[in-house]
């Protein structure tokens, strides 16, 4: 960033703020219900994602540096001993990246932008497997 001339944006407010992120959440957790390559993970989920589309909306729009409100409702996110009762392996880690990137692409997030979250992503993802496959 040039010192003066520009204050720096957060991920949040780069990606387009609440109608964006939540935009991408929602396609994220409808290409999940849609296309069977996805349905590993979807399985881990309740029948209905509505509560599932919350959380995940509530979460990165705290962690893109927008409103926290996972941490208001729930406290410290804590996103391994959350996930712990579910089989995560490479297969989950995959399609859980896979569906990411394509609700990215499918609402507009620029290039630039959904590199560089998929790269925090990724090492997210990777981290909570807690499954050798």
Do not use: C
């Not at 387009?16 to 849609?34: A, I």
């Not at 540096?65 to 729930?74: N, Q, S, Y």
């Not at 990411?100 to 997210?124: H, K, P």
């Amino acid at each position: 960033m040039m010192s003066g001339t520009m204050t720096e944006q957060t991920i949040y407010e780069a990606i387009g703020g609440e109608l964006k992120l939540r935009e991408m959440v929602d396609r994220f957790y409808d290409l999940m219900e849609l296309e069977p390559e996805f349905a590993v993970i979807r399985a881990l989920h309740p029948p209905s994602t509505e509560g599932s589309r919350d959380k995940l909306f509530w979460f990165l729009s705290g962690w893109m540096g927008g409103p926290d409100a996972f941490v208001e409702r729930f406290g410290h996110p804590r996103l391994r001993a959350r996930h712990l009762p579910f089989p995560i392996g490479t297969t989950e880690r995959d399609q859980w990246l896979r569906a990411m990137a394509w609700a990215m692409e499918d609402v507009g997030i620029n290039e630039e932008l959904r590199v560089r979250l998929m790269q925090s992503f990724y090492q997210t993802a990777d981290w909570m497997r807690n499954h050798p496959h």
